[in-house]
Nanobody
Framework: QVQLVESGGGLVQPGGSLRLSCAAS????????MSWHRQAPGKQREVVAS???????MYPDSVKGRFTISRDKAKNTVYLQLNGLNPEDTAVYYC?????????WGQGTQVTVSS
């Protein structure tokens, strides 16, 4: 079992920045991939950043150059830095961790971009 606790969401103006955090606990030694996803109202959940245990990152074109995923292994925490936010980035953001025995989701944190 892996437990994930997210934080860092909130209301930000267009062009602003936020940093989301996802602290993992439990059976974290077998983590293979950590990723962030988002789901806007009426839309499907989509991946916005992923990071493998080997350090490979991947971003969709919609966020490339604006979002950055990183990991602090000592703190068992994965971060998502969001820069250049626009209203289309408004969504609930979820942390996801895949291990050798399964996948786990965080509870989600709301990001709202509005003036």
């Amino acid at each position: 079992q892996v437990q994930l606790v997210e934080s860092g969401g909130g209301l930000v103006q267009p062009g602003g920045s936020l940093r989301l955090s996802c602290a993992a606990s439990g059976s974290i030694s077998t983590i293979t991939i950590m990723s962030w996803h988002r789901q806007a109202p009426g839309k499907q959940r989509e991946v916005v950043a992923s990071l493998t245990s080997g350090g490979t990152t991947m971003y969709p074109d919609s966020v490339k150059g604006r979002f950055t995923i990183s990991r602090d292994k000592a703190k068992n925490t994965v971060y998502l830095q969001l820069n250049g936010l626009n209203p289309e980035d408004t969504a609930v953001y979820y942390c996801y961790v895949r291990t050798l025995i399964g996948g786990y989701w965080g509870q989600g944190t709301q990001v709202t971009v509005s003036s």
